[in-house]
């Protein structure tokens, strides 16, 4: 009796003793892929324990998750930050996150209302979206009583027309704008954006000195397309950087090597003489040279634009269709379809490449509406990001990887902050950071898109998290998550 009792209290032993299946610690675990975080400047192969879209854990040792994703001989990265897309869409969405975007930002047109921003996501995003507070909406309601929330609703583009893009405001009207640009920070706008240049003759100085104004006193970014002038004159750079300084305001020049031209190392080294005199600006570049915009731009309607760009109408790609256009086609369109686009060829691989290595340059898509698939955009929507990695990292060794991934997120990150704390935890890839990631192949991943076949996505963009949630696996879209958030501005 004796015997069985002890058989039976060593068996209860046995059974306590065997290894339960524990619970996993993490939602999703990233296995073993070089991690990369800008910031910290952490480069080796680590696993990433993520749970409720956060980054927990970056370890060197095994981690346990309901899920997990093999990354072996892949880079895991910040996913990247576009600061300058015009495509708020759903095949917008689709085009950046195969090509590693996680937060997609209007800066430089903006919205107004900032509610409106996002229209085609009220179903749910993939990614993260936010938007400046659009001082050309704010121009057309109060100077043609119009409302044109942001350049495009539905499916309609906006036309540069009316009195709002060619006439002084009196100062009664600046002061009405001064009103809704604070309203409109005060729904949480991440700054202020102007489309300046495409207003060139209406924004008179005290105007112009209104919105710097706004910004300072405030402290968020005001994002300036400054005014064009003939091949890579810096008078219109001149005009912003001496208003910030004497606002104080935080300043972005939106795609400075499209304004500068070859200009371009002279108008950097203007910045850095204003920032270390204690001004606050920043700038941004593109990876595709062509510039893209509506063919009713004022730069096309009222100015010598061959001179200017240095072209002529061969050098200029209808969007929609990818044809080259001739003096005919282009009254023919410019008549027909003032909202169409276009495709500007002018600038130079060499400007490019000096932008680039400025040390704080952001990279940016600048990407124009993508609507539908048979209505074609530029292939920045597609392209941008793999881009760099591809030409710019691994052919031409013009930049670092880690280099590089800091100016795809980062330093956009870093900026942002002025603008909303959410960006305090974006850009990073560390403990604590939200859990918006890009995972590729550095020795495969390229760009396929191309002008007149712009929705070709990249090679080697393998997975792309968003909030904690896989939305891109094996270079393929999911559907049917929707983790992407809005994000909006702090009231300062």
Same mark, same amino acid.
């Given at each position: 009796?004796?015997?069985?009792?002890?058989?039976?209290?060593?068996?209860?032993?046995?059974?306590? #003793?065997?290894?339960?299946?524990? #619970?996993?610690?993490?939602?999703?675990?990233?296995?073993?892929?070089?991690?990369?975080? /800008? +910031?910290?400047?952490?480069?080796?192969?680590?696993?990433?324990?993520?749970?409720?879209?956060?980054?927990?854990?970056?370890? +060197?040792?095994?981690?346990?998750?309901?899920?997990?994703?093999?990354? &072996?001989?892949?880079?895991?990265?910040?996913?990247?930050?576009?600061?300058?897309?015009?495509?708020? &869409?759903?095949?917008?969405?689709?085009?950046?996150?195969?090509?590693?975007?996680?937060?997609?930002?209007?800066?430089?047109?903006?919205?107004?209302?900032?509610?409106?921003?996002?229209?085609?996501?009220?179903?749910?995003?993939?990614?993260?979206?936010?938007?400046?507070?659009?001082?050309?909406?704010?121009?057309?309601?109060?100077?043609?009583?119009?409302?044109?929330?942001?350049?495009?609703?539905?499916?309609?583009?906006?036309?540069?027309?009316?009195?709002?893009?060619?006439? /002084?405001?009196?100062?009664?009207?600046? +002061?009405?704008?001064?009103? *809704?640009?604070?309203?409109?920070?005060?729904?949480?706008?991440?700054?202020?954006?102007?489309?300046?240049?495409?207003?060139?003759? @209406?924004?008179?100085? /005290?105007?112009?000195?209104?919105?710097?104004?706004?910004?300072?006193?405030?402290?968020?970014?005001?994002?300036?397309?400054?005014?064009?002038?003939?091949?890579?004159?810096?008078?219109?750079?001149?005009?912003?950087?001496?208003?910030?300084?004497?606002?104080?305001?935080?300043?972005?020049?939106?795609?400075?090597?499209?304004?500068?031209?070859?200009?371009?190392?002279?108008?950097?080294?203007?910045?850095?003489? #204003?920032?270390?005199?204690?001004?606050?600006?920043?700038?941004?570049?593109?990876?595709?040279?062509?510039?893209?915009?509506?063919? &009713?731009?004022?730069?096309?309607?009222?100015?010598?634009?061959?001179?200017?760009?240095?072209?002529?109408?061969?050098?200029?790609?209808?969007?929609?269709?990818?044809?080259?256009?001739?003096?005919?086609?282009?009254?023919?369109?410019?008549?027909?379809?003032?909202?169409?686009?276009?495709? !500007?060829?002018?600038?130079?691989? /060499?400007?490019?490449?000096?932008?680039?290595?400025?040390?704080?340059?952001?990279?940016?898509?600048?990407?124009?509406?993508? *609507?539908?698939?048979?209505?074609? #955009?530029?292939?920045?929507?597609?392209?941008?990001?793999?881009?760099?990695?591809?030409?710019?990292?691994?052919?031409?060794?013009?930049?670092?990887?880690?280099? @590089?991934?800091?100016?795809? &997120?980062?330093?956009?990150?870093?900026?942002?902050?002025?603008?909303?704390?959410?960006?305090?935890?974006?850009?990073?890839?560390?403990?604590?950071?939200?859990?918006?990631?890009?995972?590729?192949?550095?020795?495969?991943?390229?760009?396929?898109?191309?002008?007149?076949?712009?929705?070709?996505?990249?090679?080697?963009?393998? !997975?792309?998290?968003?909030?904690?949630?896989?939305?891109?696996?094996?270079?393929?879209?999911?559907?049917?998550?929707?983790?992407?958030?809005?994000?909006?501005?702090?009231?300062?």
């Amino acid at each position: 009796m004796l015997k069985i009792r002890t058989r039976k209290w060593l068996l209860l032993v046995l059974v306590f #003793a065997l290894p339960v299946n524990a #619970a996993p610690d993490y939602d999703l675990v990233i296995h073993g892929g070089r991690v990369i975080d /800008p +910031e910290t400047n952490l480069d080796a192969i680590r696993n990433v324990g993520i749970t409720r879209g956060e980054i927990i854990s970056v370890s +060197e040792k095994p981690l346990s998750g309901q899920r997990t994703i093999d990354a &072996s001989g892949l880079v895991v990265a910040p996913g990247f930050i576009d600061v300058h897309s015009h495509t708020p &869409s759903l095949l917008g969405q689709h085009m950046n996150l195969l090509d590693g975007v996680t937060t997609q930002l209007d800066l430089e047109a903006g919205s107004f209302p900032i509610s409106f921003y996002g229209e085609h996501f009220q179903g749910g995003a993939q990614l993260n979206y936010g938007s400046s507070v659009g001082h050309f909406a704010i121009r057309m309601k109060v100077v043609d009583d119009r409302d044109q929330p942001y350049a495009f609703v539905g499916h309609e583009t906006a036309k540069m027309g009316g009195d709002a893009w060619v006439l /002084p405001a009196s100062p009664e009207q600046i +002061e009405a704008m001064r009103i *809704l640009v604070n309203q409109g920070l005060d729904d949480g706008g991440l700054g202020i954006g102007v489309l300046l240049d495409y207003m060139t003759a @209406a924004v008179s100085e /005290p105007e112009l000195r209104m919105l710097f104004e706004v910004a300072g006193k405030r402290q968020v970014p005001i994002y300036v397309h400054v005014r064009r002038g003939y091949t890579g004159d810096p008078a219109g750079l001149e005009e912003v950087i001496t208003l910030a300084k004497a606002t104080h305001a935080p300043l972005f020049v939106c795609h400075i090597t499209h304004n500068a031209m070859g200009n371009i190392g002279n108008w950097l080294a203007m910045i850095d003489q #204003a920032n270390a005199e204690g001004a606050n600006i920043t700038t941004e570049t593109l990876s595709y040279a062509a510039g893209g915009t509506s063919i &009713s731009a004022d730069v096309f309607r009222r100015r010598d634009w061959q001179k200017i760009f240095d072209i002529t109408y061969e050098d200029v790609q209808w969007v929609a269709t990818g044809e080259w256009l001739t003096k005919e086609t282009w009254d023919k369109y410019a008549k027909e379809q003032p909202t169409g686009m276009v495709n !500007h060829h002018y600038v130079k691989e /060499p400007w490019m490449k000096t932008a680039m290595k400025w040390p704080k340059m952001m990279i940016s898509t600048d990407a124009l509406p993508a *609507l539908d698939r048979d209505v074609l #955009a530029n292939p920045n929507v597609a392209g941008t990001f793999s881009r760099v990695l591809s030409h710019y990292v691994r052919e031409t060794g013009l930049l670092g990887l880690n280099e @590089a991934l800091a100016k795809m &997120s980062l330093y956009q990150a870093q900026w942002m902050e002025q603008a909303s704390p959410a960006f305090k935890k974006k850009g990073r890839l560390q403990e604590g950071a939200d859990a918006d990631i890009v995972i590729f192949d550095p020795d495969t991943v390229a760009a396929n898109a191309v002008y007149g076949d712009p929705y070709q996505k990249p090679t080697g963009i393998q !997975h792309v998290i968003v909030g904690g949630r896989q939305v891109v696996e094996d270079s393929e879209r999911i559907e049917g998550r929707y983790p992407g958030r809005k994000i909006l501005g702090s009231v300062n």
